[in-house]
Structures are given as structure tokens and as C-alpha cells.
């Protein structure tokens, strides 16, 4: 009996020890983010959507303390969001005319990338005396705050901001309220904080 007790003993403290020694075991792991960490040294708790929602003053402090590892690192953070938008011509001429006149294509050009992709046709669409910019099957790849330029050569610092731009992907419309269009034919994509060209589009 006693021999019983000892064999029974024995069996259950290896049993114990299979479940011990044979269990998984978890080992704890900080996954740090290469962009957080870097925009946590430049201002602790900065992110990524903190930054690009940073009014121009603010916004420029911090990149005059950015790295070009750090903006290269925010441009890839871009890449993943693409953003989408549809807007309809008619939809813009019914803003800008509420009568029956005739619509006329003026002017238009295939986008082309600057260093990204980009895809699309823009063009300048008149109703009556009013014009508007039009994207049509638009894509490109999206970047920190891009924003729209009517320009006369390409270069965004003698052209005229149309704003931010809608959506990286889709059909969008842009008033071009008091614009020369004879002027201004070269259609710029432009990332507003980093100074960067994306795309652009010749008008003829």
C-alpha cells in the first residue's frame, strides 16, 4: 500500500512538471513604431494626424526640427491612407448656374507623376462666364497635406491655391472664382508642409 502511495506521488509530480516545463511561454514585446518614436522626439505625443491638422505657424516649427529620415517616414504613412471622393459635374453646375446655358470644354491634359504616381485627365469646364477645374479617373498617391495649384508654369509659388485637395482618388470639381485661364493652365498636386511636388497636369 505504501509502495502504491509512493508510485502515485512520483507519477503526479512528473505530471506536473510536463504541464510546467511543456506550457507555452509568453514573452512580453514593446513593438515600437518607427514614425511615432521618431515625432515622439521632436514633441512628445506629436502624431501623425496631430501634425497634418497643425495650423502653418505650428506646423513648420516642428519642420524645422524634422530629420529627412522622419519626413521620409511621413510621406510613407501617407501611401497607406488613400483617400476617395465623387463628386459629379452636374453637381458643380448646378452651384454656379441655375440656368439653362451651354457647357463648354475649354482646356484639358493627362496628370502626370513628379516623383509619384499619378493618373487622370483634368480639365476647365465653362458655364456662361464661370469656370471650374474638373479630375476625371484621378489617382495619385497621397502625401501630407496636398493641396491644388493653378499655376502658369508649373511652379506653385507664383501660382494660386485652389485649396486642399479633395481626395487622391475620384472625380472631384474646383471653382476657379476670378482665375485667368489663360493665364494659368498647368494644373499642380503639391504637399503643402514638405514642399513637395506630386503631380501635374499641362492644359491645352
Known sequence: MLRGIIIAVIVGTAA?????????????????????HALDQI???????KFVNMVDSQRNAI????????????????????????E??????????SNTQSVIFSKQGEFVGLGHEAKGKAEIISVGKIAFLRFENFEVTNGPDLHVYMTSDGNVTS???????KGSKGDQNYALNGIDIKTYHVVVIYSQPFHVYFAEAKLS
Open 63 to 86: 519642420i524645422d526640427k524634422m530629420p529627412q529620415k522622419t519626413i521620409d517616414l511621413m510621406m510613407d504613412e501617407a501611401k497607406k491612407f488613400p483617400t476617395t471622393v465623387s
Open 88 to 97: 459629379s459635374m452636374q453637381e458643380m453646375i448646378s452651384k454656379i448656374s
Open 16 to 36: 506536473m512538471g510536463v504541464l510546467y516545463f511543456g506550457g507555452p511561454i509568453i514573452l512580453s514585446k514593446t513593438v515600437t513604431d518607427p514614425l511615432q
Open 159 to 165: 501660382g494660386i491655391d485652389l485649396g486642399k485637395l
Open 43 to 49: 514633441q512628445a505625443g506629436l502624431t501623425y494626424d
